[in-house]
């Protein structure tokens, strides 16, 4: 009984349901843009492929802009490529009148554009791109920025194994250059990690908060380093030559 029920009810459904396709006898027309710049709203620029689809006999299409022939097609698919460029700025219509065997002429919907110049079309899409870049421009210039903002007008470097404190943030151990620092605000969160930049050898890297004894360990490390006179105090390359020059004045 349910199954009767049922074959009857998609009986109905399919004689009910409409068709989708347009009728046989019409002809649509169809834009795509191939290059340029389209508002999305009919405010056009560029190069444009106009298609005609109608019934099976169709045999050719005649695009209209306005009441100026644009070009025809005569074999499928009924396609005109133009060039906005090529017709004067503002509204036109664009339609088609197809050619059956059968019917005789049948015509078109209509297309509503509007052609703009160029500058406009790349205004508008610049309208769009420029913030964008903007925003770009922007993030990276505070990544280059901050840390600069954040390190400036620090004390001086702390003499090596010199106790010190490592704030909000921890301290972490350089895989650079193997000494404590503190982590830094601006450093970059991954996790458990930080994306820091290490303040006495200035090299970034992903560093997690060390534990206390890590950290005792490699200010320890670092005070044996100093008393074998690892760190050389800072110079600059004029004194390190300076430097080297009188050192090779003494060998002679
Ligand atoms: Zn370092």
Known sequence: MTAILNILLLILFLVSTPKES???DQLQI?????WGFSSGTGRIQGTFTITGIGPENLSQVVFYLDEQI???ANSPPFELRFVTDDYPLGPHQISAVGSTAARGEIVSNTIQVEFVSANEGWQAAGNIIIPIVVVVLGA???AVVVPLIFTRGKKKQLPPGAARSYGHYGGAICPKCSRPFSRHIYGLNLGLHKYDRCPYCGKWSLVRRASKEELDAAEEAELTAA???????QTSEEEALQRDLEDSR???
């Open 22 to 24: 347009f009728q046989d």
């Open 250 to 252: 003494f060998e002679d």
């Open 140 to 142: 990276i210039g505070l």
């Open 30 to 34: 169809r834009m795509k843009r191939n």
């Open 227 to 233: 008393q074998e006179g690892k760190f050389q105090p």
């Open 70 to 72: 644009l070009g025809e």
